[in-house]
T-cell receptor
């Protein structure tokens, strides 16, 4: 069964506007972590933001925020004030369990294009 | 911040050649490293988990004799694609976790990946 689902293969946004990238997950664990990574065309994986299953507040990191709705099992990434450099592939990932050594399961990704 | 170095970044070689890819943690120790494979426009698929001092754990469907993994030290894991064929052409990327940072919110640190092209 698909554990991480990203339903938007591609998204377009105008520069300076906000955009939401969707991510839903499936797990029976009570303890888990959700991550968002950015992958530019050059290929490197850039960590953006983390949300723990026990975190009561939505995570924020600069222009990135995570809209965590635990009951709906969704962890959408919100990018505010989009920049041209935000154009990239974005992956949502889940780590089940509390150990930082546990494996990550990735979604299919969303290709974001920021238009000038 | 934590850095993972992956080498080489690009390999083009003939069919039948064996190719070794190195993954090094530069400023931290890593008992566990992960090897992923990524086809164009697709997600990262975990191939195997590399454990320092012991055998790697391979995911279902990954041929362990084809993709040899060695994790001989706390800072180095290698993936060798043996007798590579065109269908092995892909983007391979490793990640590692910091032994000293066991909090659940610590992300895995990724290398920059290796683009492998088999002619």
């Amino acid at each position: 069964a698909q554990k991480i689902t990203q339903t938007q293969p591609g998204m377009f946004v105008q520069e300076k506007e906000a955009v939401t990238l969707d991510c839903t997950y499936d797990t029976s664990d009570q303890s888990y972590g959700l991550f968002w990574y950015k992958q530019p065309s050059s290929g490197e994986m850039i960590f953006l933001i983390y949300q723990g299953s026990y975190d009561e507040q939505n995570a924020t990191e600069g222009r990135y925020s995570l809209n965590f709705q635990k009951a709906r099992k969704s962890a959408n990434l919100v990018i505010s004030a989009s920049q041209l450099g935000d154009s990239a592939m974005y992956f949502c990932a889940m780590r089940e369990g509390l150990s930082s050594g546990s494996r990550l399961t990735f979604g299919e990704g969303t290709q974001l294009t920021v238009n000038p | 911040g934590a850095v993972v170095s992956q080498h080489p970044s690009w390999v083009i070689c003939k069919s039948g050649t064996s190719v070794k890819i190195e993954c090094r943690s530069l400023d931290f120790q890593a008992t566990t490293m992960f090897w992923y494979r990524q086809f164009p426009k697709q997600s990262l698929m975990l191939m195997a988990t590399s454990n320092e001092g012991s055998k790697a754990t391979y995911e279902q469907g990954v041929e362990k004799d084809k993709f040899l993994i060695n994790h001989a030290s706390l800072t180095l894991s290698t993936l060798t694609v043996t007798s590579a064929h065109p269908e092995d052409s892909s983007f391979y990327i490793c990640s590692a976790r910091d032994l000293d940072r066991t909090l659940s919110n610590q992300p895995q640190h990724f290398g920059d990946g290796t683009r492998l092209s088999i002619l």
